[in-house]
């Protein structure tokens, strides 16, 4: 035998065993496998666009506000959970938007699972999404987000903060924009009812005490105004007794009449009514100072004197009194 033919027979003798002139192999034990850990690296936001100026109207606003930013995220997107918009007042304690309810505070979020949008406003009303875009791609390290939205009526007046926060369950990176604000938004829902006074002697008055403006939707401080247009029957007018110098004592003269109203108080009081112009007059300011829900207030009310100077047929005569509403300055 050669001296190689021996050395192959001794490597192959020395990995397994005779039996019986067999050779069996031997079971070789698995190496063990090597690993490491990637450690986490921390989204981060940049590029963040806001400075918004939000006009509410009835219901959701007609316009449409984003705030966008870019977020990166060295271990790939796939690493993030959640990018998430807070809209809150400024002037408000829940910055991150713990408590969404719609009036100071708003949240929008973005989940990677699914690549989906949601907003939380409290109320499921009127706070509105508004076609938001992601360019989100899995294996990317960054993706710009656009919170597109419709904001509430109920949105309180005054500065607003936005705050973009991305989470990826072990890190975040948070970014405010404070250069934002939402204008004066008030309105008369549904006006007040008309009152009936009665049947009223010449030079001699009847009140309506204690009578609801109507619903009232505000997101701040707010001022009353009535108007009164001229009462008519068929071809017959009376007219408004109303003058730049005309005060709450003076009776109308012949062939007109006056309203005088107050806001609040219950009932009729000389001392804190106005008269009322067919133009608008204010009749209180500085009311709903917190504003109202969605859905407007009913809860303020006037009691006016309607008084009647005569001289003109027995008839039933109308007129439209009208609320509107308006920022106090």
Sequence with gaps: MSALKQRRLMAVLASGALVGGVLVGAVATPASADDYTQTNSAPVISSMVAGLTMQPDQDASSATYTVSATITDANTLLDLDTVKLCMSLTSAADQSCASPNGTTATLITWTRVGDTWAINDGRGAFW???????????????????????????????????????????????????????????????????????????????????????????????????????????????????????????????????????????????????????????????????????????????????SNGGGVPSLNYSGAVTVTVGATA
């Design 128 to 306: 509105t999404l508004a076609a938001p875009v992601s360019d989100y791609v899995a294996t990317d390290t960054a993706a710009q987000m656009q919170f597109k939205f419709n904001i509430s009526e109920a949105a309180r007046q005054g500065a607003w903060t936005a705050r973009i926060i991305a989470d990826d369950g072990e890190a975040t990176d948070t970014e405010d924009n404070t250069s934002n604000s939402v204008n004066y938004y008030g309105e008369v829902d549904t006006n007040r009812t008309g009152q009936s006074y009665g049947s009223i002697a010449t030079n001699a008055s009847a009140n309506a005490n204690d009578v609801s403006h109507g619903t009232i939707q505000a997101n701040g401080a707010t001022d009353i105004f009535y108007a009164a247009a001229n009462f008519t029957n068929g071809g017959v007018t009376v007219p408004n007794n109303y003058s730049t110098s005309a005060v709450v004592t003076d009776p109308p003269v012949s062939t007109k009449y006056a309203l005088d109203c107050n806001e609040g108080d219950g009932v009729f009081v000389p001392s804190g009514a106005f008269r009322i112009n067919t133009d608008p007059t204010e009749i209180d300011s500085n009311k709903l100072t917190t504003g109202t829900a969605e859905g407007g207030s009913s809860a303020l009310t006037a009691s006016c004197r309607l």
